[in-house]
């Protein structure tokens, strides 16, 4: 598959789409081919911000990003919005499943929107997004948004992958956490509270104080103090606060160090991710593993062996010298 690097990197979205889909494919070849274009774009990446974006269904997710992304359009970016989410191959992905409610941005050449890569091999579905995303920053990407139900783990995994992440909320402060995981919220850097508009507006506000006095009581162990905030994303009320705040947060973060501190974290944590399931694949495709596994599982189980024992005699034959 020959990719034309100096088209992505003057920002052609065919040359991207053709790219990802590099990226996307299960075929070994493709691996390894995928592989070293994105060393030979590394140089070239890291530019944009990289922002989270999850909540509830029915939160407002695309009409935010909508709104949130043409904003960012009239502000001179260019905005790629990307997903996780584990549950497309039957739902048919978050994005594609509402690009209706992305229209407008849908229809812009500055804006580029991917679904959900169907399935992952190595690193699951997380693995292709994390690589789609720094194509999009080496195509010119100024702004990248990475949208996730919240499906199994795949906030989290958001979370790992983004500087900013950030929890949509409805106007309801009677309802303790909205259904969103406990951990989710502490993960935040910021709470917005959407839908408050019309007769939600009270509501809304009572939620951001709700929440701003919840966050009090998080300990804070970095520079940033999780910000709540409201918007409508349908009025398109705040939205350009929203950016003000994350904007803001870009310029601090660059300035003391913790933005460049927490990519290489969260690089470093990933390769050690990477590293275990390589192991783990190599362990459960090994033909000598595959055989003793039975016999051993046996012989754990009448009580002939203990665990350890058992355990060491199949990781050694992964490090036999080769015969
Ligand atoms: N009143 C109000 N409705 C909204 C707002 N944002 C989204 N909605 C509506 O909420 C519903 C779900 O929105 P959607 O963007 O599809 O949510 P998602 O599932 O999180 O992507 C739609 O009917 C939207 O029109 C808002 O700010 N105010
Ligand atoms: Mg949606």
């Given amino acids: 598959m020959a990719i034309d690097v100096e088209a992505l990197k003057s920002g052609n979205s065919r040359a991207l789409a053709k790219a990802i889909t590099l990226v996307e494919s299960k075929r070994v070849e493709h691996r390894t081919e995928a592989q070293l274009l994105l060393e030979q774009v590394l140089p070239v990446t890291g ?19 909508e709104a949130f992304g043409l904003y960012l359009l009239s502000q001179g970016m260019r905005v790629a919005v990307l997903a996780v989410d584990p549950s497309s191959p039957i739902a048919g992905g978050s994005i594609l499943g509402d690009k209706t409610r992305m229209e407008l941005l849908s229809r812009s050449k500055d ?12 690193g699951g ?16 990407y100024n702004v990248i948004l990475v949208e996730t139900v919240g499906v199994g783990q795949s906030e989290y995994e958001v979370a790992s992958m983004v500087d900013f992440f950030m929890v949509l909320m409805l106007p309801n402060a009677g309802d303790e956490l909205q259904g969103i995981k406990k951990g989710i919220i502490e993960l935040a850097d910021a709470l917005v509270i959407n839908k408050a508009d019309g007769e939600s507006i009270n ?6 104080r709700h929440y701003e006095n919840a966050l009090h009581l998080l300990r804070q162990n970095s520079f940033w103090t999780p910000q709540v905030m409201s918007c409508s994303a349908l009025k398109n009320e705040n939205i350009e606060a929203i950016w003000g705040m994350i904007s803001g947060f870009k310029i601090d973060a660059s300035k003391n160090g913790a933005l460049q501190e927490k990519r290489a974290r969260q690089a470093r944590e990933w390769m050690t991710k990477l590293l275990h399931e390589m192991l783990d694949m190599k362990l459960k495709q090994n033909p000598e593993v595959k055989e003793l596994l039975p016999t051993l599982n046996n ?25």
């Avoid at 804006?111 to 190595?122: D, K, M, N, Q, V």
């Avoid at 509501?203 to 951001?208: D, F, V």
């Fill in 203 to 208: 509501l809304a506000q009572q939620t951001r």
């Fill in 47 to 65: 530019n944009s911000i990289r922002i989270g974006i999850t909540g509830i269904p029915g939160v407002g997710k695309s009409t935010f990003i």
């Fill in 125 to 140: 579905v997380a693995q292709k997004t994390r690589e789609t995303m720094l194509l999009c920053e080496a195509a010119g």
């Fill in 299 to 323: 012989k754990v189980t009448e009580g002939e062996t203990t665990p350890y024992l058992a355990a060491s005699q199949l990781i050694n034959l992964l490090f036999k010298p080769e015969a």
């Fill in 111 to 122: 804006a580029f929107i991917r679904p959900s890569p169907s399935e992952g091999s190595l």
